[in-house]
């Protein structure tokens, strides 16, 4: 969120931190929304000059360097009024903005903005939509533990690692638990609904994967994966 001075020279210092940011990104999704306090084009000002003043010149340097755009958004044009406190006042301007990513466009194709009508603000409301929501959570690999007694519940997790998967330690055993999962979901309904049966305890693994939450896996001292135990469920 942005927040920048009245002032154009400490409005410089932003531009520098957004600059820094761009490095740390790297590449990375980035939305920046808020008040920019200056407009960026002589149409985005209601008493507009014939050429853009140099306060607009840095700001478009500033966007060009960080490499980002306008979302496409709806709604208001001009996001900030002069009028809410002198009605006599006609003075418009777009200050507020919604501005992305190439890599945020390329995840979120049909997200835009919204510029809605002033409330208790002098400023006009940003929202930001994005219809397909963001990325699900990926869920933890769980199976129900009356299963673990049927008799190809431990043929199916010896083969599933029996598979030579590359990579570290950490990722060939989501690997191998990607590949047991439809076949439990499978042996589980085997005999009927599994909601019928009175005990339905969960027991759970995940890794560390594209910000996959930490749970328990079974890993020898040695560093080794082992197949687990279900003495050990």
Known sequence: MVYASNSYTERRKLWRELGTQKIITNGDLWVIMGDFNVTLKVEEYSNSSSAPSSEMNEFFECIRDIEVEDILSSGFQFTWTKSRGNPQCKTLEKLDRIMI?????????????????YMNSDHSPALLRLPNGMAKRR?????????SDKKEFIPIVKEAWKNEIEGHMMHRVVRKLKLMKPLLKKLSWKDGNIFEYPILNQFGFSCIKDGVKDETVWVDKSGEIRPFSVKNV
Do not use: T, V
């Open 139 to 147: 869920k933890a690999f769980r199976f129900s533990n009356f299963i």
């Open 101 to 117: 990513s190439e890599a945020f466009m390329d995840k979120f194709p049909i997200s835009h903005g919204r510029f809605l009508p």
